[in-house]
């Protein structure tokens, strides 16, 4: 296997961990935010698809102007690095619409995943990542960014009262 091969097998694997443990997640409970909480599962699930979005398509490929369909910059803005999850529903995408950006996103990556071969995956990222700084290390990091969020959706199931999946 490629270094390709074994980034794109990562990111396959867990997304899979994660939308197990979403879709154990009621929808209803998307915006609740248990006492002394920061953040809530509509949060970390739009935050997962602006950060694929932006590390494994953004950097690796560049913009397109099609990706305003993908993902459009108001959701990029709302789930961005900067951005505070508001227990308001009202202020977001209602899970449905959330869960869809965070699907197309990863179909998106898979689909256009065959031509990163063609891609200098070792070649400098643009805009610049405090942890990556090649291509390469973007696809890397969208894995383990995602898998430290999938822990947080993990510990929300347990605040909202959910067992532990085993």
């Known amino acids: ?22 879709n154990t997640i009621d929808p209803a409970d998307w915006f609740r935010m248990p006492a002394g909480g920061v953040t809530h ?8 698809a602006m950060a694929q979005y932006r590390l494994c398509l953004e950097r690796v490929r560049g913009v397109r102007p099609e990706d305003e369909a993908l993902i459009s910059s108001e959701f990029l803005k709302q789930f961005g690095r900067d951005s505070v999850p508001d227990p308001d529903p009202a202020k977001y995408p209602t899970p449905a619409e959330i869960l869809a950006v965070f699907h197309r996103v990863h179909d998106q990556l898979r689909r256009e995943a065959t031509s990163f071969a063609e891609i200098d995956l070792a070649g400098p990222i643009h805009p610049p990542h405090r942890i990556c700084k090649t291509k390469l290390d973007c696809l890397f990091w969208s894995s383990k960014h995602e898998m430290l969020h999938a822990g947080q959706i993990g510990l929300l199931r347990r605040l909202l009262g959910a067992a532990p999946l085993w």
């Open 1 to 22: 296997m490629t270094e390709l091969d074994n980034a794109l097998a990562d990111i396959a694997q867990v997304r899979h961990y994660t939308t197990a443990l979403i």
């Open 41 to 48: 599962v509509a949060w970390q699930v739009g935050h997962i």
